[in-house]
């Protein structure tokens, strides 16, 4: 009885063992074999993913135009529409990434690459010396989120209802940090017409009241987030239930590995592109007589926030008011706490007097702009006539910058002050 027991068992043995090196020895070969199906797959879902990834084939020639010094008005046009799909590749690579991240870190990963594009181009311009066009890139992106995107988002919503509302608590919260944003702005440029002593001296104590002033603002920011994520984040329920509905389809195509080499890529390309964009902006200024201030206040936020306009103007017309509200006015935030204050200290770090005085137009305007979008936002509701007079607050602007010359005085009424006090 032994013997057949342990020949029995013999036999049964040897296939279970027999199959087990058989599997695991072809496992590794099926999945490399595996591998460019699954990378051919992928890839093709992400492109799909937005329509204007069509224009992805601008990228190489961009690139081209610019390594080969084509006509300068080329090499801008094609790195310009160039910058659009690579944006939305990026906002796209992003959601996949913080959906795998929870609320916490995929908060901080929307804060950290949500702007990346105009924090790409701005930190090249800045490491060129052209502070107007870092200065008026993130003025723009802020006016363009409050009020083209948001006018844009109560137009969507105005569509299918009469009046959407929106949680008023979290908005009022973000127009309070964005009055303090603008004030951060007014108190420089009030300061740069009072002060009566040189230039020179002038300039150092704008320069040191912009380094205090960028620090405060980023620590803020820091502050509104554990706001917003952990000591009150049951005033932001409705916004994060609506973020997960929408994050249901997201984080089913990238990993976690191949969204970060996503994000890695495509950071990369975006850099080369704005580097020559950037180049040949001082020959597009020449050539078609369009201000620096025009082009980085007006064309360049709209490129970078392209796939942002797109994802709220959707959400919007869904009726989810809270999430494009959070979309529009939440991204302002981080251009005006985050952004600029993080481009003044990098300009410290460079050597580059990268400060918060704004010309004194542009500060007007700025202050103006977040009285008119507090106004809107205060009853907590919103229709289309409101949309209407977002966005014809933001024509009425660009069209003023249009005009508006470069070497315009940033003295925000220094002449009269300055004369006011002689006299006196």
């Given amino acids: 009885m032994p013997a057949p027991?342990?020949?029995?068992?013999?036999?049964?043995s040897t296939p279970l063992l027999g199959g087990a090196r058989e599997n695991h020895s072809t496992h590794a070969p099926r999945e490399w074999r595996d591998m460019p199906k699954h990378v051919a797959r992928t890839t093709w879902l992400t492109l799909a993913s937005n329509y204007v990834n069509v224009f992805l084939v601008f990228v190489p020639i961009g690139i081209i135009a610019g390594a080969l010094h084509w006509n300068p008005t080329a090499v801008f046009v094609l790195n310009f529409v160039a910058i659009v799909p690579l944006a939305s590749l990026l906002s796209f690579a992003t959601e996949e990434l913080s959906a795998k991240l929870g609320q916490t870190l995929g908060g901080l990963m929307n804060a950290t690459f949500g702007n990346a594009v105009e924090l790409i181009v701005s930190i090249v311009a800045l490491r060129t010396g052209e502070i107007r066009i870092v200065q008026s890139s993130m003025l723009g992106s802020i006016l363009s989120n409050i009020l083209l995107v948001l006018g844009c988002c109560f137009l969507a919503g105005g569509i299918r209802e009469r009046e959407r509302a929106f949680n008023e608590t979290v908005a009022s919260t973000m127009s309070s940090l964005m009055a303090v944003a603008s004030a951060s702005l007014i108190i420089p440029a009030t300061l740069y017409a009072t002060l009566q002593t040189s230039k020179d001296e002038t300039d150092k104590n704008i320069l040191l009241l912009s380094h205090?002033?960028?620090?405060?603002?980023?620590?803020?920011?820091?502050?509104?987030?554990?706001?917003?994520?952990?000591?009150h984040h049951e005033l932001f329920n409705d916004t994060e239930a609506q973020s997960d509905d929408q994050d249901e389809e997201a984080g089913q195509i990238l990993s976690p590995i191949s969204a970060g080499i996503a994000l890695v890529l495509v950071t990369v390309l975006v850099a080369v592109c704005a580097e020559y964009l950037v180049d040949s902006i001082d020959s597009i200024?020449?050539?078609a007589h369009i201000s620096k201030t025009f082009i980085g206040l007006i064309l360049l936020p709209i490129v970078g926030n392209a796939a942002e306009h797109v994802t709220a103007c959707i959400v919007a017309y869904k009726g989810k008011m809270d999430l494009a509200i959070n979309v529009a006015i939440?991204?302002?935030?981080?251009i005006a706490l985050f952004v600029t204050p993080f481009l003044v200290i990098l300009g410290w770090i460079m050597d580059q007097p990268m400060t918060l005085h704004f010309q004194g137009f542009e500060t007007v305007v700025f202050f103006l702009s977040v009285l008119v979008v507090n106004y809107l936002i205060q009853d907590g509701k919103s229709n289309y006539l409101e949309g209407a007079m977002c966005l014809g607050t933001y024509t009425i602007i660009a069209l003023a910058f249009y005009v508006y010359?470069?070497?315009?005085?940033?003295?925000?009424?220094g002449n009269f002050i300055r004369g006011f006090f002689t006299k006196s």
């Fill in 5 to 12: 027991l342990n020949g029995n068992a013999g036999d049964e």
């Fill in 212 to 231: 205090g002033t960028a620090i405060i603002l980023l620590l803020l920011y820091l502050l509104y987030l554990y706001f917003q994520l952990f000591s």
């Fill in 285 to 287: 200024v020449q050539t």
């Fill in 330 to 334: 939440g991204s302002s935030l981080q």
């Fill in 405 to 413: 010359p470069d070497d315009a005085s940033g003295d925000l009424g």
